[in-house]
């Protein structure tokens, strides 16, 4: 059997290459959007709440909010899994400790304390700081 052209090959070689780079990608976009096109038209339908009894509570501003008691024996036995654990104090919201100066405590040397003006300084900042002119060395000579 005769085989068929160069070109007809060099055209196969280089298309069936192309398309190996392509297709998959293409293929795993393809069911991605298809599964969450699914997913939007059937929403899971959450925890089984049935049966619990519903208390409410009025808040500082008057609104209404409704939950759910549960202990966490009757948490486990409806969801699957240990309770979570309690509740403790929310987190501090200063995370920037370190860009403001320390001033030095009441018998600290303030000699040995951070300097003020040695803060770190936000881009904001150093956009609109002025940049002293340097001579020019060539008009100089």
Known sequence: MRLPRKGILIRIVIYGALLAFVLPPAIKRFFAEREAKQAVEQPDEGPNLEGLQKKTIVGPDGKQ????????????????????????????????????????????DPAKAPDASAAPVSPEAADKAEIPATPDPVEGN
């Open 65 to 108: 909010m409704e939950y759910f008691e549960l202990t966490p024996e009757e948490f486990e036995a409806r969801f699957g899994r240990p309770a979570p654990s309690e509740v403790g104090p929310a987190p501090s919201l200063d995370t920037n400790d370190s860009a403001t100066p320390k001033t030095p405590a009441a018998g600290e």
